[in-house]
């Protein structure tokens, strides 16, 4: 059974840093290219970052400079690393693993607000 569980999400104040996490299981982790998206509310999901089997990493300008994706294949989790958040950063994040498949976590809540 495939999981991917994300944690570290949470409440921060504007300018602060959260450290996300996913952890996957159930797939040969080192094959998949991992992803981060983020929903905020009312609105769509959106790429946050990506970070391939190669270790090669893509964010969009919105983030650029401010989130990091890594990744290491011997814990089979993938972070992202956010700073200077501002509260358009509000959102529900959550990885996905894509190969042969695609995989979904549930999410994390992250809450950018004084």
């Known amino acids: 059974q495939v999981q991917l569980v994300e944690s570290g999400g949470g409440l921060v104040q504007p300018g602060g840093s959260l450290r996300l996490s996913c952890v996957a299981s159930?797939?040969?982790?080192?094959?998949?290219?991992m992803a981060w998206y983020r929903q905020p509310p009312g609105n769509q999901r959106e790429l946050v970052a990506t970070?391939?089997?190669?270790?090669?990493?893509y964010s969009p300008d919105s983030v650029k400079g401010r989130f990091t994706i890594s990744r290491d294949n011997a814990k089979n989790t993938v972070y992202l690393e956010m700073n200077s958040l501002k509260p358009e950063d509000t959102a529900v994040y959550s990885c996905?693993?894509?190969?042969?498949?695609?995989?979904w976590g549930r999410g994390t809540q992250v809450t950018v607000s004084s």
């Open positions: 159930g797939i040969m982790f080192n094959y998949y290219n």
């Open positions: 996905n693993a894509g190969f042969k498949n695609v995989y």
């Open positions: 970070i391939n089997r190669y270790g090669e990493t």
